[in-house]
């Protein structure tokens, strides 16, 4: 479902900085942490270092975006708990 403008308007004034600041202060916090932390382990840069499993390249497939336009649901039936629907007479039984 879509939101109505207004809730995204009110809410990008108020979460938004809001998180915004909550972000700001970890970050600012992240450098001690770190050194607490494992500081020599960074996956990011050092790939041999990553703790997941690995995927063998054969398993990927490569999908365009353009593929995924036109997927038909037509058949597919959209059920009231498929949309989040309910009305009071199903509540009751």
């Not at 403008?5 to 600041?21: D, E, G, I, T, Y």
């Not at 975006?65 to 009751?92: F, M, P, V, Y």
Request: charged share 30%; net charge negative.
């Amino acid at each position: 479902g879509s939101l109505p403008k207004w809730v995204v308007n009110k809410s990008s004034q108020f979460l938004a900085p809001k998180a915004m600041k909550k972000m700001y202060k970890a970050c600012l916090k992240y450098p001690e942490w770190k050194q607490k932390h494992d500081p020599h382990f960074k996956p990011w840069l050092f790939p041999e270092q990553s703790r997941l499993p690995a995927l063998a390249l054969s398993e990927l497939s490569l999908q365009h975006a353009d593929s995924l336009e036109n997927i038909d649901e037509s058949s597919l039936a959209e059920t009231k708990e498929d949309r989040g629907e309910g009305s009071d007479e199903d509540s009751l039984t």
